[in-house]
T-cell receptor
């Protein structure tokens, strides 16, 4: 079956611009996660959705970052007034449920470059 | 605080040799542990996970890992390396009292020498 998909695969933008990154989870998965991976680092948690609501957004670095999942499926990560430090790989994952033991299935990521 | 430490950011082994990738965790509550592999330009793929059942966990592609509470470790092993095993490997911990986010190590890049 289809896995987690993310679009675009690459995004280059200029400092100060607004960007949207899209994640399409595995069908039927209720939990959706966003992570950010900087070069040479492991993924770092940003936000987690259970259904339509953000159950935990403690990883969002500041109020320039926002994410939505209006219908409980596709999610969009939105970054306002981008900064060069926002450049990273943004990963999305989904899981069937939201328990500690539930496997998270990752998409290929969106590489964001802020010039 | 909880964290994951992967000793050795780069590991090189000869084809056919034992693969050992180290992972230690720090947690005040029972952890659940995962190993993921990341091939170039691909997403993270689950290799195996420990969820408090058997301490020796077998995964895909011949990999296995053993949970050792006394050593707070979850090292990944494979008896005989293949060229196709060259990739980035990440250890991650999920905590029983948070339930959601994974905490990842910084990764180990495995090179297999023919």
């Amino acid at each position: 079956g289809a896995g987690v998909s993310q679009t675009p695969s690459n995004k280059v933008t200029e400092k100060g611009k607004y960007v949207e990154l899209r994640c399409d989870p595995i069908s039927g998965h209720t939990a959706l996660y966003w992570y950010r991976q900087s070069l040479g680092q492991g993924p770092e948690f940003l936000i987690y959705f259970q259904g339509t609501g953000a159950a935990d957004d403690s990883g969002l670095p500041n109020d320039r970052f926002f994410a939505v999942r209006p219908e409980g499926s596709v999610s969009t990560l939105k970054i306002q007034r981008t900064e060069r430090g926002d450049s990273a790989m943004y990963l999305c994952a989904s899981s069937l449920a939201s328990g500690s033991t539930d496997t998270q299935y990752f998409g290929p990521g969106t590489r964001l470059t802020v010039l | 605080a909880q964290s994951v430490t992967q000793l050795g950011s780069h590991v090189s082994v000869s084809e056919g040799a034992l693969v050992l990738l180290r992972c230690n965790y720090s947690s005040s509550v029972p952890p659940y542990l995962f190993w993921y592999v990341q091939y170039p330009n691909q997403g993270l793929q689950l290799l195996l996970k420990y969820t408090s059942a058997a301490t020796l966990v077998k995964g895909i592609n011949g990999f296995e890992a053993e949970f050792k509470k006394s050593e707070t470790s979850f090292h990944l092993t494979k008896p005989s390396a293949h060229m196709s095993d060259a990739a980035e490997y990440f250890c991650a911990v999920s905590l029983s009292n948070t339930g959601n986010q994974f905490y990842f190590g910084t990764g180990t890049s495995l090179t297999v020498i023919p």
